[in-house]
């Protein structure tokens, strides 16, 4: 199995702490290892570096090799520029070498976060199973905790007969093998609900097991003027700049995994192994150890009366008296102040400071 | 006129920009001056550098000379250790040639903030007329602006003869001056909403004029033993550290001030000048310049969706959106967020910083 993992994100929800130049994937959020170092370890006993792909762009390319020395370097792949996922997942897998194109490939986001390490491992291993066996689409789909409504979801097919339900949750076993239904875009709220409580949909996390060329067969067929240009790209090396920025800009999501009805059979893993995609400092501050008061914190803290912060600090020391549910977040050069529930919305102050012709800060 | 200005406080309301090592006399708050610098600057008209003597502490002297090149080496005195303001006052005094000793000297705290420089020098001179043709007692009174219980008001008795009510605010002319009934301490909220509304108050400000031999004969009949002390200095210097932690520490309004009845006649110039001690975070809000949400802010601030916060970036940047009424203050290791109209509270962060053994952010 080859792990191809995703790394050429360029979020701005973690700013100040997330740069350009070291986007959330690149940032030790928690513990002493980034989120992309944290990718490799969790799948090391199931996948070795040596096995391990990671896609990201020219920019931070030197900063994944030196954060992953035992990737061999020549698998950091650079990116000319963004083109979405389904051009990056594509160029990586015609990338690879004949025979490793021909194995399983599992594709990771290299900027989520997973408190279960040997669950992710299980239903990765299974899902690896079935995609080399049958030769299937897989994907692991995140068994839902709330009506989010930032994410797509996946509809719940019929169990497939070798890892049915009969290996319920009560018994040590494989983990149960499903039929993806249908793949269905971020809900409203309220069709969320419906889908939560219903018990028949998951999460789509983005996380995808094929074989590689199964995956370029596909392309052919849903995306051909991707193909295409894949092709282009791998009989002229050299022109990769020109010929990669005219790559079709789509996600894998919408170009390839809503289509695949009456193209490939497509199953899912169910997933529950404390998944979070932490999309903004309210999602960090779930997962972050809590003092006495219910404050998220992390570094040089000191708080009086202030309670169900968020409390920050990369550098220096954060000092909070008489609050109440704020994100505050220190680094080198800025401190940032927002409600915890809005931290969403730095993106504003991004925009603000964009117009202020502040890019150093950004 | 000689300027005795009082430079040994060790506040912490400004923390964490004020620190042991540099107290609030020492920061530029709102300029680029300090406000003891300010305050060498604000009466340099009337009284020349020359003319002009510190007291601070030996941990700050440097930095107090560093910052008053302007003023002789050998005016800035050395506390070995704060004892209160009237042996602070009473060992400057003693501490000048004999010639200086018998002017008028004039005691200003070096922390407080006057936006009429004109107006201050105005009543101080007046002041200094009176301390030297009647040998009185002055004092510069603030006209109050609201009922603060904070400070020590002066009741006002009759005006002076040749300073009296015919000087009204119609017409320019010398500054009234009027006798003062007496010092009243701190009061209750009912007590300083009454004094406020009965016109017949002001806030003591802690700026005294009087004759140096004046206040050395007064200190001998009130505080007979600070007299003694300061006499035994004065012949041993060479004793000063023991001398020095043996004075009685006692502050020029409660030995001296309170008790003047029938010891010396105490008048005072009133001062409408834009007086504030600056005692606290949300005071420099009040002074410092505003953004069009009124948020007042000092150094590299973005702001947006937020308003009614006082946003001080010493160093760095600070980013905020959608808060509302919140102190944040940033300097090179450390930032505060507080509620604003908590900011006195800081002195709670200050003694837990004290229990931790943080004596570095100190």
Known sequence: VQALILAGGSGTRFWPLSRRSRPKQLLALEGERSLLQETVERIRPLIPPEDVWVVTTRALAAEVRRQLPEVPAAQVLEEPLGRNTAPAIGWAVRSMPEQQRGDVVAVLPADHRVADGAAFRAALARAAEVAESDDWVLTLGVVPRWAETGYGYLELGEALPDGGEGHGSSEPGPPTVRRVARFVEKPTPERAAEYVASGRYLWNAGIFVFRGTTFLEILERL???????????????????????????????YAVMEKLDGIAMVATVPLDCGWSDLGSWAALAEVLPEDGAGNAVRGDVVAADASGNLLFADRGTIAVLGVEGLAVVRTGDTVLVIPRERSQDVRRLIAELEARGRSELL
């Not at 003027?225 to 894998?252: H, N, Q, T």
């Open 223 to 253: 995306v051909p003027e991707l193909a295409r240009g894949l092709e282009a790209l791998a009989r002229d090396p050299g022109a990769l700049d020109a010929g990669y920025a005219a790559l079709p800009a789509e996600s894998i999501d």
